[in-house]
């Protein structure tokens, strides 16, 4: 089992930022992906950023492509969104999320497979 914990969520007025954190333990050696994904009320929870874990590679949902930057480090088994320019659009409960498998196009909730309890953002206008 993977267990994932979640730091770094607030309250914010639009155009600030927040790094979010997210820290890995347990059986961590299979994990091939870490990713953020983002919950508002009453949508959906989805896809943020994600990272290859080995590799560095990194992905991004296109409304936070270059103000979300994803990055992580293997040795403190940590991941980290540096949140920027927050909008109130941006307010939701942001989950960490761990994948075995290798990265997939357009990544739904259902393809990862260990998932943190989520820290909250709001952003006031």
């Known amino acids: 089992q993977v267990q994932l914990v979640e730091s770094g969520g607030g309250l914010v007025q639009a155009g600030d930022s927040l790094r979010l954190s997210c820290a890995a333990s347990g059986h961590t050696w299979g994990i091939s992906v870490m990713g953020w994904f983002r919950q508002a009320p009453g949508k959906e929870r989805e896809f943020v950023a994600g990272?290859?874990?080995?590799?560095?590679?990194?992905y991004y949902e296109d409304s936070v492509k270059g103000r979300f930057p994803i990055s992580g480090d293997i040795a403190q088994e940590r991941v980290f969104l540096e949140t920027s320019n927050l909008k109130p659009e941006d307010t939701a409960v942001y989950y960490c999320?761990?994948?075995?498998?290798?990265?997939?196009?357009?990544?739904?909730?259902?393809?990862?497979?260990?998932w943190g309890q989520g820290t909250q953002v709001t952003v006031s206008s």
């Open positions: 990272i290859r874990w080995s590799a560095g590679e990194t």
């Open positions: 999320a761990a994948r075995r498998a290798p990265m997939v196009p357009k990544p739904t909730p259902s393809v990862f497979d260990y």
